[in-house]
């Protein structure tokens, strides 16, 4: 009975004492790398292969990978061709070791890019979906992934949809890389004239 009492006293003893301090931790330790694979040069050097760096989502913020696009020889310096590659990239379920990374994307398909209607501002591509209505991780994967294509856009993107809404012009900041979910938020675009 003794020995009974002695051991759980010594039990208890070796527990964490509670305190009324908040402390704080900091986040909880990720086993995600977000460090993305080295891509093989040898699908660089394919016909029409075009180096690309599209943005997915690790942890809850968007991570810049290297990839390479197929786009027709013919269309390598067609904006809304890239556009088109860049979605099609953006859509595909991540390597094996790019999961393993930890890396995932939120847009899903089917999502299709082409040239802003007559009326619209200066480089608008007009999506498949309003980009309003697409959630708001994707909405941001499309938006740094087109800004980070000199081929595609440059410093911002206007994106219009299907319907009779006027198209936006959205950046990528890195608030918008660090929390995709709930930063990015239309522009003003500039002036509008013919779309190209």
């Known amino acids: 009975m003794a020995v009974s009492a002695v051991l759980a006293g010594t039990v208890a003893g070796c527990g964490i004492r509670t305190t009324s301090v908040p402390v704080d931790a900091g986040p ?13 040069s040898s ?22 990978v290297d990839r390479t696009v197929s786009v027709p ?44 209607r007559d009326g619209d501002p200066k480089g608008t591509l007009r999506l498949s979906r309003e980009p309003v209505d697409l959630p708001p991780t994707a909405l941001a994967q499309i938006v740094c992934t ?26 990528c900041t890195e608030a918008a890389k660090e929390r995709p979910e709930s930063v990015l938020s239309p522009v003003a675009p500039e002036a509008s004239g013919a779309a190209s």
Do not use: H, I, W
């Open 28 to 40: 909880a330790p990720s086993r995600m790398s977000c460090t993305p694979p080295s891509k093989e």
């Open 43 to 64: 699908a660089r050097e394919q016909p029409g292969a075009l180096p690309v760096r599209v943005y997915l989502v690790c942890t809850s913020a968007l991570e810049a």
């Open 73 to 116: 020889e013919k269309a390598v310096d067609n904006r809304v061709a890239v556009a088109s590659a860049l979605l099609d990239a953006l859509e595909a379920t991540p390597s094996a070791d790019e999961e393993e990374a930890g890396f995932t994307t939120s847009v899903r398909g089917p999502l299709t890019v082409r040239q802003g």
């Open 146 to 171: 087109f800004t980070d294509s000199a081929s595609v856009a440059s410093g911002g993107v206007v994106l219009g949809g299907p319907g009779d809404y006027g198209p936006r012009a959205y950046r």
